[in-house]
């Protein structure tokens, strides 16, 4: 039998209870390349998913700000296919992460510990990069093509998976948020750098956003393992950030005292907002 597999693929997205069958069927190796279109599907999906299982906040007075901080950096992102949305989740953990078709996520815990407006749109202006890059939709589809067997016929039978194809499954679902190579966190950074220096905004929060994490680290480990263990953090990484700035001739000038934002009053009352909300609910607890 000849296999369809982008076929079979919109089709699973197109149930609600199978996305993550989706993943594994976008995830089957070069010949199942994710298109622009099962990128987007499978990110409206994955919301759907975060919007269920997170505390994603609905603040309007939240929403306006974040909204307002990420929208000169977006302006110059490179995927106007996409609606793009921007959410916080009500998490002390310090996490910011990036769904494929456009969909930012950012932490309260992380607002709360930004100093400055350039950090926060430096954050930003990295998670979009990863998705401009589409470096999500790439790992899906170097993934390993094995998968394949186990989601056809979770498809084709429409029955829940047993424990074995659940496990596949589940590769899939990390997939979306696995940890990405140094090249992507590399292109992400340099993709933040021309995105902020366009905005002019001081491109040089970004390795500053960088320093105020590895402070955290040191006194509260927990709260920031999230973010380290999907973006690896090194002294050579902000090194390779200030070497970036320092030659590009309009990042360097950007990123001059007096010349690029590096703070604004819209950081403020986005962090104001944020400390006013309800604490954080507790995390899950662990199957037993």
């Not at 302006?75 to 296919?81: E, F, G, K, N, S």
């Not at 939709?137 to 394949?148: D, G, H, I």
């Not at 950074?189 to 001081?202: E, K």
Request: charged share 20%.
């Amino acid at each position: 039998m000849t296999v369809d597999c982008r076929l079979l693929a919109m089709r699973s997205l197109a149930h609600p209870g199978r996305w993550l069958a989706a993943a594994v069927m976008l995830a089957a190796g070069a010949g199942c390349a994710v298109t622009a279109q099962q990128e987007v599907q499978l990110g409206l999906n994955t919301v759907a998913e975060i919007d269920r299982t997170m505390p994603v906040v609905r603040d309007a007075t939240i929403q306006a700000a974040l909204d307002q901080i990420a929208r000169p950096v977006l302006a110059v992102a490179r995927r106007t296919d996409l609606a793009w949305t921007f959410r916080v989740i009500n998490t002390a953990d310090v996490n910011a992460f990036a769904v494929p078709g456009g969909h930012i996520y950012v932490t309260r815990g992380l607002i709360e510990h930004a100093t400055r407006y350039d950090q926060l749109a430096g954050v930003l202006g990295h998670e979009i990069g990863h998705v401009d890059l589409r470096h999500s939709a790439k790992q899906m589809e170097q993934a390993q093509a094995a998968s394949l067997g186990v989601n056809l016929g979770y498809i084709l039978l429409g029955r829940q998976p047993g424990q074995t194809e659940s496990a596949a499954l589940n590769i899939a679902a990390s997939a979306v948020f696995a940890k990405f190579s140094r090249d992507d966190e590399r292109q992400a950074d340099q993709a933040a750098i021309r995105s902020l220096t366009a905005a002019g905004i001081n491109p040089g929060g970004i390795a500053d956003m960088f320093r105020v994490l590895q402070q955290l680290e040191t006194r509260q480990p927990d709260a920031i393992a999230q973010f380290f263990a999907s973006h690896p953090m090194t002294a050579e990484r902000i090194a390779d950030v200030e070497r970036q700035i320092a030659a590009d001739t309009a990042a360097r000038r950007v990123a001059q005292p007096g010349v690029g934002v590096r703070d604004r009053p819209v950081f403020r009352d986005l962090q104001r907002a944020v400390r006013a909300l309800p604490p954080p609910p507790p995390p899950p607890a662990p199957p037993k």
